[in-house]
């Protein structure tokens, strides 16, 4: 009786530890192992998106120094060369057309031979200057055409023209300022981060107001039909009164 009542709690003992021993282990280690190497996915790709972002506003600034330097050759060139000329007569704007122009105010009346001069020569490197500007938009699309949002992208970029807003098409405005945005969100660095059109409104996020709607509607179909006890509760002074 003895050994048979000491045979029983032996017995128990070893499920107990084998229960445990079972219980210990865990069934979805190996399930952590294999999801383990996926975790330092998401740091990755946002170190690669701040390693981009960091490249392109690098190359931005590089653009725009060059610029810069171009911009300053060109106006040192151009008065070394109205300081050596003496006469204007060589012009690459026909006078005549920019006189008419000119007359187009009905308050000009008389207007000398030489003011048409000077202002072919203005609108001359008016011309250089702007296409200078949009040719370097050009390069920064990697292509060999200058195109009508080039110029639209050198007039947003540029305190000094933005008289000339009004004449260029504002789609290619728009457009301009949504290319010059990065994949990444971030405006670029000497980008048309403040000179935005006034026009340009950026996408929100708006709820559906409809389907919410819809829900409230359904959701207040049920109280309005349990409500029979207006009248007579409207009822009930009149037969306090009688």
């Given amino acids: 009786m003895d050994q048979q009542g000491h045979g029983h709690p032996a017995t128990m003992g070893v499920a107990g530890t084998a229960a445990q021993a079972s219980y210990g282990v865990n069934p979805y280690g190996s399930v952590g192992m294999m999801q383990s ?5 998401g740091p990755s ?45 060589n012009h690459s704007l026909p006078l005549a057309r920019i006189k008419k122009i000119m007359k187009a105010d009905e308050d ?17 490197m008016f011309i250089l200057e702007l296409t ?12 060999r055409t200058l195109q009508k949002n080039d110029i639209a992208a050198a007039i947003t970029r540029t305190d000094i023209f933005d008289f ?32 935005l059109p006034y026009y340009y409104m950026p996408p929100q996020h708006a709820p ?12 207040q179909t049920h109280p309005y039909i349990a409500q029979p006890t207006w009248p007579h509760q409207q009822q009930q002074p009149h037969e306090d009164i009688e």
């Avoid at 389907?211 to 959701?219: R, T």
């Fill in 208 to 219: 559906q107001v409809g389907a919410m709607d819809q829900n409230l509607y359904g959701q």
């Fill in 37 to 41: 190497p996926t975790q330092p996915a």
């Fill in 45 to 89: 790709a946002s170190s690669q998106l701040a390693q981009h972002q960091l490249a392109y506003q690098h190359i931005h600034q590089q653009q725009q120094q060059q610029l810069q330097q171009q911009l300053q050759k060109f106006w040192g060139e151009q008065h070394k060369e109205i300081d050596q000329t003496n006469d204007f007569k």
């Fill in 132 to 143: 200078m500007r949009s040719w370097n938009h050009t390069e920064e699309n990697k292509r």
């Fill in 108 to 124: 000009v009346r008389m207007i000398s031979a030489e003011a048409p001069v000077i202002f072919a020569r203005a609108c001359e």
């Fill in 164 to 195: 000339l807003v009004d004449i260029v098409p504002r789609e290619d405005l728009k457009d301009e300022v949504l290319a010059s945005i990065p994949r990444g969100g971030n405006l670029p660095v000497g980008g048309p981060s403040d000179g």
